[in-house]
């Protein structure tokens, strides 16, 4: 299968992992998808994340996370801006996800941001995804 969505791809990993409450899931590694990945860890949606260095690409192991009663911590995923639709969003478009409770994840000049750190420092860009 070809890759033309891998921001689409690692969202729906780890959807598909947590729905069967697997410990972890790997994704094959890109730049974009690790910036992702640090986003998921320091917003806490993950407990960790590490990179192994094995064939052309390697591949970034996801340790996912749960409640004490099982239940995932990331509710939704949601792509947003896709390779045949890009939604782009100035400073004070940026969306709110669940009334601040989810993280919009956007692709600045600056790097990959939450939609928070983005406003913080005045950038807008891409909307890549959201999670709640």
Not at 31 to 45: D, N, T
Not at 67 to 83: C, Q
Not at 88 to 102: A, C, E, H
């Amino acid at each position: 299968m070809s890759m033309t969505d891998p921001i689409a791809d690692i969202l729906t990993r780890i959807r598909n992992a947590t729905t069967v409450r697997h410990d972890r899931t790997d994704v094959p590694a890109s730049k974009m998808k690790l910036e992702v990945a640090k986003i998921l860890k320091q917003e806490g949606y993950i407990r960790t994340f590490k990179v192994i260095e094995e064939g052309p690409q390697g591949t970034i192991r996801i340790y996912l996370k749960y409640a004490d009663d099982g239940e995932p911590v990331i509710h939704g995923l949601h792509r947003v801006s896709r390779p045949g639709c890009r939604i782009y969003r100035g400073v004070d478009d940026l969306p709110k996800v669940r009334n601040g409770l989810g993280v919009a994840m956007i692709s600045t000049n600056r790097g990959v941001l939450t939609d928070e750190q983005a406003r913080g420092l005045r950038v807008g860009g891409e909307v890549l995804c959201e999670i709640w």
